[in-house]
């Protein structure tokens, strides 16, 4: 099933996306409004309404979104690196997240917006410590992410709280699919209809698996926390008035526009 979250006459609601589109258009597809919430059992009210009626949002509000970093070889090496023999993490916060249309804000502080196209995982119940074998259980579904990042920033800084976590730098969308195995699936990014990225899901370093026994080693998740799982190869820049586009095989497509920050 595909989730999305959106408002409609100043109402916020989940509801279930059904009916087929073309690539990267709406057109056709319509929303049958969830009674209740998805991190729970949740039934189908049968109202329906077009999805180019309403506003899409992000899919979920995340409490945290954890990233991993240079999760994809080739990726690694384009930033002067290996893949880390360990997963690791830092941290986007609630504020970075947008949805799927709204725009990336160019920050003033920053000549080097990059865009990261990345598999993310929607987490669906609260938990800490999870097993490898139980890691299925947490997960309520995935979606398109692009982990936006201020590059000139992030080789100044240190931590990359501004570089990665600046309001905008994580749209999120445009849906949550429920049914899908991540293992191996394609990953693209465009600007402007031109190809940048290209790569599997399946040449990730550290599997979601990994990522989720590694993560909740540490800390709780909660239900709507979102793990962004890496990047594969071909990040480049992105400037005000681009239009870039993350595809995921079996999820959907994730369009926003780059803004100056007004
Ligand atoms: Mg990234």
Redesign the pocket.
């Given at each position: 099933m595909r989730i999305a979250r959106f408002s409609i006459d100043g109402n916020v609601a989940f509801g279930a996306v059904e009916g087929e589109s073309p690539p990267g258009s709406t057109d056709g597809l319509v929303l049958d409004i969830i009674k209740g919430i998805p991190f729970a059992d949740f039934e189908l009210s049968g109202t329906k309404v077009p999805l180019s009626k309403v506003r899409l949002l992000p899919p979920v509000l995340p409490n945290k979104v954890v990233?991993f970093?240079r999760n994809y070889a080739e990726h690694a090496k384009e930033m002067g690196g290996e893949a880390p023999d360990a997963p690791f993490a830092f941290f986007k916060p609630s504020t970075s997240v947008i949805g799927s249309g709204d725009a990336i804000a160019y920050p003033s502080f920053s000549q080097e917006l990059h865009h990261?196209a990345?598999l993310a995982v929607v987490i669906g119940r609260m938990c800490r410590e999870v097993p490898r074998e139980r890691v299925k259980d947490v997960i309520l579904g995935y979606t398109c992410a692009n982990?936006v990042t201020a590059r000139d920033v992030q080789r100044r800084e240190k931590q990359w709280a501004r570089a990665k976590g600046f309001d905008s730098s994580c749209p999120l969308g445009p849906w949550v699919e429920t049914d899908l195995d991540p293992s191996d699936l394609t990953i693209q990014c465009t600007v402007n209809g031109q190809q940048r990225q290209l790569g599997r899901t399946s040449e990730m370093v550290h599997s979601i698996e990994d990522l989720i026994v590694n993560i909740t080693e540490a800390m709780t998740l909660l239900p709507g926390d979102v793990i962004?799982t890496?990047?594969p190869a071909g990040v480049g820049p992105l400037s005000v008035g681009d239009e870039v586009a993350v595809t995921i095989e079996g999820i959907g497509t994730l369009t926003n526009k780059v803004i100056k920050r007004g």
């Open positions: 990233a970093g990261e990345e982990d962004l890496g990047t």
